[in-house]
T-cell receptor, first 114, second 120 residues
C-alpha cells in the first residue's frame, strides 16, 4: 500500500529564511507526486507536480521540489519565505495506470514570523 | 471560468439527520472525486465517479454514505443518520480524464473549497 509521510506537522521560519518541508513516500513504483497548499477555509491549490520528467520541479510562488528516488523523498523548498506563504502544505502521491486516488500526507502547517 | 463549485460551504446537522453535499466539476471535467479531511489529518480518498458510474468507492464507509454523479446536475455525497464522527471538511475534486491515459500521464485534480459539516 502506498503511504506519504510529512515530517513535522508544524514548521516555523523567519521571513526571508529558507523554507524546507519534508515529504517521503513509500511505493513499489515511483508515483506521481504533488504538493498542494491550503489557505484557511479554502480548497487545495496545486503548487507543483512531478510526473517522471525532470527531477527538479519548479512551481508557483517560488516553490520547487526535488524528486530523489534513492531517498524516496520529494521535499518542498523556497529560498526566501514570505508572510503570505503561511498556510498548510500537503504532499500527495498518485499511481498511474488507473490509480486515480491520491494519497495525502497529514500536512505541515507553515508559520512565517517577522 | 468557474472552478469546482461546492455547496453548501457550511452545513450543521443534528445527530440522525441527513447531509447532502453537492459538487459541480469544472467545465469539461467528467471525473469527480470526493475526499474527507478530519481535524488534524490529511485528506482521505472516499470515492471516484464518472457520469452515472461509480468507478472506485474503496474509501467510502460501508454504511450511511453514498455518492452519485447523474447525467445532468452536480455530484452529490449523501450521509444518512449523521453522527458526530462525520464532522469534517468534505472536498470535491475534478479532472478531465483518468491518470495514466495519455498526455502527461498525470492529470491534476482541481479541488473545490470544501463543505464543512458539523454534527451537533
Amino acid at each position: 500500500a502506498q503511504s506519504v509521510t510529512q515530517l513535522g506537522s508544524h514548521v516555523s521560519v523567519s521571513e526571508g529564511a529558507l523554507v524546507l518541508l519534508r515529504c517521503n513516500y513509500s511505493s513499489s513504483v515511483p508515483p506521481y507526486l504533488f504538493w498542494y497548499v491550503q489557505y484557511p477555509n479554502q480548497g487545495l491549490q496545486l503548487l507543483l507536480k512531478y510526473t517522471s520528467a525532470a527531477t527538479l520541479v519548479k512551481g508557483i510562488n517560488g516553490f520547487e521540489a526535488e524528486f530523489k528516488k534513492s531517498e524516496t523523498s520529494f521535499h518542498l523548498t523556497k529560498p526566501s519565505a514570505h508572510m503570505s506563504d503561511a498556510a498548510e502544505y500537503f504532499c500527495a502521491a498518485g499511481l498511474g495506470g488507473g490509480g486515480n486516488k491520491l494519497t495525502f500526507g497529514t500536512g505541515t502547517q507553515l508559520k512565517v514570523e517577522l | 471560468n468557474a472552478g469546482v463549485m461546492q455547496n453548501p460551504r457550511h452545513l450543521v446537522r443534528r445527530r440522525g439527520q441527513e447531509a447532502r453535499l453537492r459538487c459541480s466539476p469544472m467545465k469539461g471535467h467528467s471525473h469527480v472525486y470526493w475526499y474527507r479531511q478530519l481535524p488534524e489529518e490529511g485528506l482521505k480518498f472516499m470515492v471516484y465517479l464518472q457520469k452515472e458510474n461509480i468507478i472506485d468507492e474503496s474509501g467510502m464507509p460501508k454504511e450511511r454514505f453514498s455518492a452519485e454523479f447523474p447525467k445532468e446536475g452536480p455530484s452529490i455525497l449523501r450521509i444518512q443518520q449523521v453522527v458526530r464522527g462525520d464532522s469534517a471538511a468534505y472536498f470535491c475534486a475534478s479532472s478531465p480524464r483518468n491518470f495514466g491515459t495519455g498526455g502527461s500521464g498525470a492529470n491534476v485534480l482541481t479541488f473545490g473549497a470544501g463543505s464543512r459539516l458539523t454534527v451537533l
